[in-house]
C-alpha cells in the first residue's frame, strides 16, 4: 500500500541518518530491515504501532514525523540549540563553533549567528595570545561575516572586532593608532581599561601624564608605572615585564622596544642589544 502520508519515509530517514543509524539498527527486533526500507522509500505506509516503535528507537516524539517545513525547522534547531548553548554558557568557544559548523546553513538564525560570532570573535582571541596571528584573523573575518547575519550583533561587536583586527595588525609595532584609543571601542568585548592603556601609553611618549591610573599589579599597570621611572629603575622593571608568561601578545613588542630604548640611555648596550634581538625572534614567533 502506498505512503498515505507524503514526505513521512523521507523524514523517518532523514532522522535515522542524523542520529548515525543503519536501516538494520532502526529496525531493531520489531520489524524487518526490508520493511523499513520499503517505509523511506515512500512504498509503505506504517501503522501507529510500528511508527510508535520507531520513534521510541529514534528517540523522538511521533510529531515530529509529520511537522510541517517550518516546525520542522524549529524542531532541528531545538535539536542542536541545547549543545551549542551549553557549550557556549561553559565558555568552550571551540566546541560551542564546531557545533555550530555541523548546523545546516537554513538552520542559522539570528540565535546561533550570534553565537557563533561571540565564539568566533573569542577564538581569535585565545589564537593571538598564541600568536597564531594568522588563525586569529581569519576568525574574526568569520566573527564579521556571522555578525552580519545577525540582528542582535550591533555596532558595538562590529568595532569589537574592528579593534581586535587593529590589535592584531600593529602586534609587531610599536605605534599606537587611533583606532586601540577609540573609547567608543569599550563595550562587552573591548574592557575600558585596555584602551585607557593605549591613551595612556601614547601620552606618556608624547611626556604628558597619564590621566587615569590601571588596577595595581596588571601588565598594563606595570608597563605605565615602568616609564614613569627612572631609566635604571625604568630598565629593571621592564625587564621583568618582558620575561612575564602572562603578558600579553599585543603588548610584548612594545615592551620590548621601550627596554631597548631605557637600555640606551643607561648605556647598557648589551641588553640593548639582546631587547633588539628578542624582538625579531618575537616576530618570527608570530605566525601572520
Known amino acids: 500500500m502506498p505512503d498515505l502520508t507524503p ?4 523524514k523517518i530517514r532523514e532522522l535515522r541518518l542524523r542520529r548515525g543509524m543503519t536501516q538494520k539498527e532502526l529496525a531493531g527486533e520489531r520489524i524487518s530491515r526490508n520493511m523499513l526500507s520499503l517505509i ?5 505506509s506504517p501503522s501507529v504501532a510500528t511508527l510508535c516503535y520507531l520513534a521510541e528507537r529514534l528517540d523522538t516524539p511521533v510529531g515530529a514525523f509529520f511537522l510541517s517545513p517550518e516546525f520542522d525547522r524549529q524542531y532541528k534547531k531545538l535539536s542542536v540549540i541545547d549543545g551549542i548553548k551549553a557549550r557556549f554558557s561553559e565558555k568552550d568557544w ?3 563553533e564546531a557545533l555550530c559548523g555541523e548546523v545546516p546553513a537554513e538552520l542559522i538564525d539570528d540565535e546561533i549567528a550570534l553565537l557563533l560570532a561571540v565564539s568566533c570573535l573569542m577564538n581569535a582571541a585565545q589564537s593571538a595570545a598564541a600568536l597564531d596571528l594568522r588563525a586569529a584573523a581569519r576568525e574574526l573575518d568569520k566573527a564579521g561575516e556571522c555578525a552580519e547575519k545577525s540582528l542582535y550583533c550591533g555596532a558595538d561587536f562590529e568595532r569589537a572586532v574592528r579593534y581586535n583586527r587593529e590589535l592584531i595588525a600593529t602586534a609587531a609595532s610599536d605605534e599606537i593608532t587611533d583606532v586601540l584609543c577609540d573609547a567608543r571601542s569599550v563595550g562587552e568585548f573591548v574592557p575600558y581599561a585596555l584602551v585607557n592603556y593605549f591613551v595612556s601609553l601614547r601620552e606618556l611618549r608624547a611626556d604628558r601624564p597619564a590621566a587615569v591610573e590601571q588596577e595595581a599589579g596588571s601588565p598594563f599597570e606595570r608597563h605605565l608605572s615602568a616609564l614613569r621611572s ?3 629603575e625604568a630598565v629593571k622593571r ?5 620575561l612575564s608568561p602572562t603578558l600579553p601578545y599585543f603588548m610584548r613588542y612594545r615592551v620590548l622596544c621601550d627596554l631597548e630604548r631605557f637600555a640606551n ?14 624582538k625579531i625572534e618575537l616576530i618570527d614567533k608570530m605566525r601572520f
Do not use: M
Open 7 to 10: 514526505g513521512l519515509g523521507a
Open 40 to 44: 523511506e522509500s515512500g512504498s509503505a
Open 94 to 96: 571551540r566546541g560551542c
Open 230 to 232: 627612572r631609566p635604571a
Open 238 to 242: 621592564l625587564r621583568e615585564l618582558s
Open 265 to 278: 640611555e643607561t648605556e647598557d648596550l648589551r641588553l640593548a642589544y639582546s631587547s633588539s634581538r628578542r
